[in-house]
């Protein structure tokens, strides 16, 4: 099958309560990872790129890897999602390369790190909204600032200084008639979120809820949700590496989320981690090793797991085969038929 809109994989999850995944990528092992997760577990998947990562693979390489993937996974629904656009050009382009939704974070300025006006936000939205809809393709928007600052998204700082406000986020949605909304409930980018188990000083579930109940019919997404496990630590810390003692966004939060309206998890830490600990193993274990598939093999087979282990957890698994995929294009008579009933 052909790649998907996001917004059906949303609607579907939230007809049925579930989660799903969206896992970022760079190269061919990542994806290969993410599709044999799925198929174990026959899990409909995000695959998201950064514009960092579109510019690591030249992106081209990257969307000729998925349309391999869907090829070879045609019983996988899959999304290939553009995560964090800094500005409507950067939507755009990834629309016209063929990804099937994409992120314009309007949060910040196009420099990707100065938190920037709700005016400026709803209307860069607003015309990425326009833009894609009539081709069919989900956006995603985001209200409130993340904390961290690795990858160029993020304003830097612990995450709280940007909490969403429900009220801003109802006026958002209403004026840029986006499919899915990012919150900053207190999450960070990156691998050091928290420097201690995160209660609710710093993990805003509270005000998740409170969104939720404002907007129950938009699709929610937590960012900067990895779990940072630390058996995943100890692995690279065990093998030479240096990590700092660091907590993420424990799984039965997500869980709370997903029951609370949240329909897409981004994960991308976790998946960093257990690629980096199986390389320093075997390296550190068979330093005459030299082959570069000894350690990409156990790599790959290490993020396969995580993944797996998220779809479990968020609730994919088995509804890979629950719906048939709808064009891009009958999704353009779905907006436009949409758009004609808020009028
Ligand atoms: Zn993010």
């Keep these: 099958m052909p790649l998907v809109s996001m917004r059906q994989l949303l609607d579907e999850a939230s007809k049925r309560g579930y989660g799903v995944g969206a896992f970022n990528v760079n190269n061919m092992e990542q994806i290969q990872a993410i599709m044999e997760a799925a198929r174990e577990t026959q899990s409909p998947v995000i695959v998201q790129a950064s514009r960092g990562a579109r510019s690591y693979s030249q992106d081209k390489f990257l969307y000729h890897l998925m349309l391999a993937a869907t ?10 999602h553009l995560d964090h656009g800094n500005s409507v050009e950067t939507c755009k382009s990834a629309i016209e390369l063929g990804f099937t939704s994409v992120m ?14 709700f005016e400026y936000n709803v209307q860069a939205t607003r015309e990425v909204v326009e833009y894609a809809h009539a081709r069919g393709v989900t956006v995603e928007g985001e209200i409130g600032v993340l904390g961290g600052i690795e990858d160029g998204h993020g304003a830097g700082g612990t995450g709280l200084e940007h909490v969403t ?5 109802v006026e958002f949605v209403e004026k840029t008639g986006l499919d899915a909304l990012a919150i ?6 990156g691998a050091y979120k928290f420097t201690k188990k995160p209660d609710g000083s710093v993990l805003k579930m509270d005000r998740l809820m409170e969104i939720h109940k404002r907007l129950p ?17 100890d692995i690279i810390n065990k093998y ?23 329909r897409k998890i981004n994960v991308d830490t976790d998946n960093r981690l257990a690629i980096t600990g199986a390389i320093r193993k075997v390296l550190f274990e068979t330093p005459e090793k030299f082959d570069p598939r000894d350690y990409m093999k156990p790599a790959r087979e290490a993020m396969k797991k ?25 999704m353009t008579k779905f907006y436009a038929e949409s758009a004609v009933v808020a009028k």
């Design 104 to 117: 314009m974070d309007g949060s910040l300025m196009p420099d990707g790190k100065t938190p920037s006006s």
């Design 306 to 330: 995580v993944v797996a282990e998220r779809m479990t957890q968020f609730g994919q698994a088995g509804h890979a085969g629950d719906y048939a995929p709808i064009s891009l294009k009958e």
């Design 71 to 80: 090829e070879l996974y045609p019983e996988i629904p899959t999304v290939l």
């Design 240 to 262: 030479g590496g240096s990590l700092k003692p660091t907590w993420g966004v424990p799984v039965e939060e997500i869980q709370l989320g997903i029951k609370n309206g949240v």
């Design 184 to 189: 900053a409930i207190g999450t960070s980018h």
């Design 217 to 233: 019919n938009v699709h929610l997404v937590m960012h900067g949700s990895s779990s940072v496990p630390k058996d995943l630590q």
């Design 165 to 169: 406000d429900p009220d801003q986020a």
